[in-house]
Nanobody
């Protein structure tokens, strides 16, 4: 059974940066697209960025130009580099994988952008 585990969240001032990591196991990582979602209090979970098995990426409009998703297939890990963070980026960030039509979520990592 696949598993994804996020790390790297924390408290950062506006304009700062964070890099989130998501370690995957129980799956042939290189074969699958990986995504980052986020959910702020009172809001629905929303897609932030996605990277395909071939390395193609797409981003939510709110993330374009500030966030970069990448993957290291040797480490079974996907990353989300977040720069120029804003208070509205505050949310729990979740890693997502769909493996053989089954959706897997991590437990989430809290990102708080505040002065």
């Amino acid at each position: 059974q696949a598993q994804v585990v996020e790390s790297g969240g924390g408290l950062v001032e506006p304009g700062g940066s964070l890099r989130l990591s998501c370690a995957a196991s129980g799956m042939t990582f290189r074969r699958y697209a990986m995504s980052w979602y986020r959910q702020a209090p009172g809001n629905e979970r929303e897609l932030v960025a996605k990277i395909t098995s071939g390395g193609s990426t797409n981003y939510a409009d709110s993330a374009k130009g500030r966030f970069t998703i990448s993957r290291d297939n040797a480490k079974n890990t996907v990353y989300l580099q977040m720069n120029s963070l804003k208070p509205e980026d505050t949310a729990v960030y979740f890693c997502n994988a769909v493996v053989n039509y089954i959706t897997y979520w991590g437990q989430g990592t809290q990102v708080t952008v505040s002065s």
